[in-house]
């Protein structure tokens, strides 16, 4: 697969088991991360190797204000370093969105790399983290859900 191609798969991965971007429902978070798992191990030909932090996986939540929206948002990014140009570097962004509470504003922010450990164990620990406990909890559905792959 190539860089390129991984919103395609991901999303095609995501269809398969239900999921769509746009109105999302509490369940979705957690297929959402199990098929990410599965994602995140596929092999992507032109980017750098993961010992080189070519490939990696980010989790993060919070509260942030993107595009003047105050949200709560759960995120699983992949991000790609191209193999043959450093300088070049790709997000596959899997978002949810909540209205934000002040429950959601008690969860504070978080964000771990997968980088030096192995996928298993970084899910483990970066699921773990307050935010996506809380989502993982299906305590409120989501108001929506995006799919993104950006050049940054």
């Known amino acids: 697969m190539l860089i390129s191609e991984t919103k395609l798969l991901l999303t095609?991965?995501?269809?398969?088991?239900?999921?769509?971007?746009?109105?999302?429902?509490?369940?979705?978070?957690?297929?959402?991360?199990?098929?990410?798992?599965?994602?995140?191990?596929?092999?992507?030909?032109?980017?750098?190797?993961p010992q080189e932090d070519g490939d990696g996986v980010l989790a993060q939540s919070g509260t942030f204000n993107f595009d003047g929206v105050r949200e709560f948002c759960a995120d699983l990014t992949r991000q790609f370093i191209e193999a043959d140009d450093e300088d070049v570097m790709w997000q596959l962004r899997c978002t949810y969105h909540w209205t934000p509470s002040a429950e959601t504003e008690a969860l504070g922010s978080g964000l771990m790399w997968s980088f030096g450990m192995p996928?298993?164990?970084?899910?483990?620990?970066?699921?773990?983290?307050?935010?996506?406990?809380?989502?993982?909890?299906?305590?409120?559905a989501p108001q929506h859900f995006t799919i993104e792959l950006d050049q940054i």
Do not use: I, N, Y
């Open 12 to 49: 095609s991965m995501l269809d398969h088991a239900g999921v769509r971007p746009g109105k999302a429902a509490a369940d979705d978070v957690l297929t959402t991360v199990e098929v990410f798992r599965r994602f995140a191990a596929v092999p992507v030909d032109d980017a750098a190797p």
């Open 119 to 140: 996928l298993d164990d970084f899910f483990a620990e970066a699921l773990a983290l307050p935010g996506w406990a809380w989502t993982l909890a299906g305590v409120q």
